[in-house]
T-cell receptor, first 114, second 110 residues
Framework: DSGVTQTPKHLITATGQRVTLRCSPR?????VYWYQQSLDQGLQFLIQ???????AKGNILERFSAQQFPDLHSELNLSSLELGDSALYFC?????????????FGPGTRLTVL | KNEVEQSPQNLTAQEGEFITINCSYS?????LHWLQQHPGGGIVSLFM???GKKKHGRLIATINIQEKHSSLHITASHPRDSAVYIC????????????FGTGTSLTVIP
């Protein structure tokens, strides 16, 4: 158990809908990362937050947005869902915001868009 | 072209064999991470390297910054080591944006 929690574990929804994925980092970790893993693309970095502020942005679609709250939990919002958004979404946390820190991964949320 | 390349893509080994997985990258990086993804999907961070060598149990990771290359070794492999191994690096001038290798799928046969 990494100490990172993600909810829900599974999510099935329809095209055009909007969903929110939630991540709680390990106690004491200030940084949260979001990743997408689809069958044809592998793992891709979406976005990173550090202590409530956006730190780095990857290939995140404009339909997707994220934020980190004062209690350090983070939410990833996916809207106008398309079939291609079906994937595993992981969040990870680390103590600090730079690349020298180990990341601890949550169990992931499996999103299926029908 | 992927900035982070891994080889081999697939690897089958007999239990007890010594295993090497390679990761090479095309630009200068400050750190490299090795991850393990189990068949159920869970991801575990194995190592973060910025130089030299690290060892944890039967796992050893090395990095040569000048040659832009890292290796993950597994000694005395066991069926429970069967997983996908992924290297990842934050590329320079991208803030902290991570790029991932395509992964090496390892199967260890008893």
């Amino acid at each position: 158990d990494s100490g990172v929690t993600q909810t829900p574990k599974h999510l099935i929804t329809a095209t055009g809908q909007r969903v929110t994925l939630r991540c709680s980092p390990r106690s004491g970790d200030l940084s949260v990362y979001w990743y997408q893993q689809s069958l044809d693309q592998g793992l891709q970095f979406l976005i990173q937050y550090y202590n409530g502020e956006e730190r780095a942005k990857g290939n995140i679609l404009e339909r997707f947005s994220a934020q980190q709250f004062p209690d350090l939990h983070s939410e990833l919002n996916l809207s106008s869902l398309e079939l291609g958004d079906s994937a595993l979404y992981f969040c990870a946390s680390s103590v600090a915001g730079d690349s020298y820190n180990e990341q601890f991964f949550g169990p992931g949320t499996r999103l299926t868009v029908l | 072209k992927n900035e982070v390349e891994q080889s081999p893509q697939n690897l089958t080994a007999q239990e007890g064999e010594f295993i090497t997985i390679n990761c090479s990258y095309s630009v200068g990086i400050s750190a490299l991470h090795w991850l393990q993804q189990h068949p159920g999907g869970g991801i575990v961070s194995l190592f973060m390297l910025s130089s030299g060598k690290k060892k944890h149990g039967r796992l050893i990771a090395t990095i040569n910054i000048q040659e832009k290359h890292s290796s993950l070794h597994i000694t005395a492999s066991h069926p429970r080591d069967s997983a996908v191994y992924i290297c990842a690096a934050p590329l320079p001038n991208t803030g902290n944006q991570f790029y991932f290798g395509t992964g090496t799928s390892l199967t260890v046969i008893p």
